[in-house]
């Protein structure tokens, strides 16, 4: 059987409902910041948005609840859920733990066109290692696991690998710990580029052991900086 040619049989799901439609595109303003953190969603404005009833703007509502991305307060108004810096680190934690499953069944099905297209984004990765373009970096990352994870011949795992790695992409603190620990950079580039060498060498140990500390690489390099940090700087 033909894995990769699956044609995302869980994570490209054309929508088949009004529903799905309203859920994918209220998820996708909240992963885009469009709806920031504790900004409540009006379901009467989207219903008249999308030219549809509230039935299936609630039914979005209650899926995107159920995963997580958005809240219902005590007056039943559906509000987006904000990760707080403790939900970061379980995420990462997770996403670790997945990320091991996922680079073993990847490394005995990926092919030498793909890994090119991984040092290729690896390079892409190096040309914007600074500061200055932090959002650049941060996109060429996203796209290097993506590409690796085409090769994850087990559909399931992707969807979930994918559904982790959403929640912790709309977290703020991603963004502000890379902001604020200029090292972080250069230690995550280094990091894919290890990476690299092991999937051409097909090192399945190296792999586990990489992509583990590479996942915990960003909630490491916070909780160092908070013990050197000053109190104000460790509310933030």
């Not at 044609?7 to 929508?15: A, D, H, S, T, V």
């Not at 709806?35 to 703007?57: D, G, L, M, W, Y």
């Not at 250069?186 to 051409?200: D, F, G, M, N, V």
Request: proline share 3%; charged share 35%; hydrophobic share 40%.
């Amino acid at each position: 059987m033909n894995h990769k040619n699956d044609i995302g049989r869980y994570e490209n799901r054309f929508p088949r409902t009004m529903s799905e439609y309203i859920y994918s595109s209220l998820k996708e303003a909240i992963l885009n910041n469009e709806f920031k953190p504790n900004q409540r969603i009006n379901e009467k404005e989207i219903a008249e948005r999308f030219h549809v009833s509230r039935t299936p703007v609630r039914e979005a509502v209650l899926r995107l609840a159920s995963e997580s991305f958005i809240r219902i307060d005590s007056y039943r108004r559906a509000v987006v859920k904000e990760i707080s810096y403790e939900e970061l680190k379980e995420i990462m934690e997770v996403l670790a733990a997945l990320d091991t499953l996922a680079i073993s069944l990847a490394i005995d099905t990926i092919s030498p066109r793909e890994v090119s297209k991984l040092e290729k984004l690896t390079e892409k990765m190096a040309t914007v290692c600074n500061l200055k373009t932090v959002d650049k970096f941060m996109q060429a990352n996203a796209e290097f696991h993506n590409e690796l994870w085409k090769s994850v011949p087990n559909g399931f795992l992707r969807e979930v690998l994918y559904l982790v790695r959403d929640k912790k992409e709309r977290c703020a603190y991603t963004r502000l710990i890379v902001l604020k620990s200029p090292g972080f950079l250069q230690r995550s580039i280094s990091h894919h580029w290890e990476l690299l060498k092991a999937i051409k060498k097909r090192d399945k140990d190296k792999l586990r052991m990489l992509i583990v500390e590479h996942h915990h690489l960003l909630v490491e390099t916070d909780d160092l900086g908070r013990k050197n940090d000053p109190p104000a700087i460790r509310e933030i």
